[in-house]
């Protein structure tokens, strides 16, 4: 709980412009990315709720988990007519090219107007995942957290990964979706 707590706070202070920390940029909504498609876009870009989770191609451990988990998610959206997105973001960009995560979003038949698979030059990447206090374990990379971001980018739940996170990351976007109006 005393982690969630830290790196939504962490998130939070971040994106709303707080000082940099030791190389972490103030400020994660301009960092380029590249979409399945290959078109390059920025968390502001989204303007719409988005729930956020990093994830490695290559990676058989809780990442398969957190793709399965937003697929579930996709649908719901769809079924009740959230206006909110979903964005999965490489933990590893120098193996998952655009073209890598284009090939996992056509798998789980994502719809780049609804769920954006992205990766992006190596540095942009890396710059999102401090932003995002994503640690970086022995090499590996490894999410266990759903981010929720409001319509202009800025995070404001952090979500453990589990078999149920689907239902409440539903929960915050529709009522985010609820308050654009």
Not at 133 to 150: I, P, W
């Amino acid at each position: 709980m005393r982690l969630r707590a830290i790196a939504l706070a962490t998130a939070l202070a971040l994106a709303c412009g707080v000082p940099a920390v030791a190389g972490i940029p103030r400020d994660a909504r301009d960092v380029k990315l590249i979409d399945q498609n290959g078109v390059g876009f920025t968390l502001r870009d989204i303007r719409r709720p988005t729930a956020v989770i990093f994830v490695a191609t290559r990676c058989g451990d809780a990442c398969p988990i957190a793709e399965a988990l937003f697929s579930r998610l996709s649908d719901e959206l769809a079924r009740e007519h959230v206006d909110a997105r979903l964005l999965t973001v490489t933990l590893d960009p120098q193996h998952d090219a655009p073209i890598v995560m284009s090939n996992s979003a056509r798998a789980f038949g994502a719809d780049a107007t609804r769920w954006r698979w992205a990766s992006g030059k190596p540095d942009d990447v890396y710059r999102l995942l401090d932003a995002f206090n994503v640690e970086r374990l022995d090499g590996k990379f490894h999410g266990t957290f759903a981010y929720v971001l409001d319509a202009h980018g800025i995070p404001t739940r952090l979500v453990m990964l589990s078999t149920s996170a689907d239902r409440e990351l539903l929960g915050y976007l529709r009522a985010a979706a609820s308050q654009r109006g």
